[in-house]
């Protein structure tokens, strides 16, 4: 078992989601659990956010992906930004990274913006 400690800094150029409004976007990861999902706190308004957020995710053998959702919050139903998928396998053996990861669109034909990640892995000893 280890520990992921991911840092989620900012994002830039966010695809807007709403037809009249900036999008409200909010960040979502997991490893292969969604139902033990992680989210920030939703900055309203804006295309570029800042979240400064940190996450402390347990990381048993196998799990080996960590996966981010960008979403756009809404009342009725919230839209994804984009979506992203980071195999952590470089990870487990420089132990961290700060980096920015492009969102792309779907079928990768443009980029619906970039995320600022701060990963930090830390084997347990037992």
């Not at 990861?101 to 600022?116: Q, V």
């Amino acid at each position: 078992m280890a520990q992921l400690q991911v840092t989620i800094v900012e994002a830039i150029n966010l695809k807007k989601k709403d037809l009249f409004s900036e999008s409200d976007p909010f960040v979502q990861i997991y490893l292969d659990n969604k139902n033990n999902k992680y989210t920030t706190k939703v900055k309203h308004n804006t295309k570029n956010p800042h979240w400064n957020e940190a996450f402390v995710l347990n990381v048993l053998t196998g799990q080996d992906i960590l996966f981010v959702d960008v979403c756009d919050e809404d009342t009725i139903r919230h839209d994804k930004i984009g979506s992203l998928e980071i195999d952590l396998r470089d990870l487990f053996v420089k132990h961290n990274s700060d980096k920015w990861y492009d969102l792309p669109a779907t079928y990768g034909k443009s980029s619906h913006g970039k995320i600022h990640l701060i990963l930090e892995y830390q084997p347990l000893i037992i």
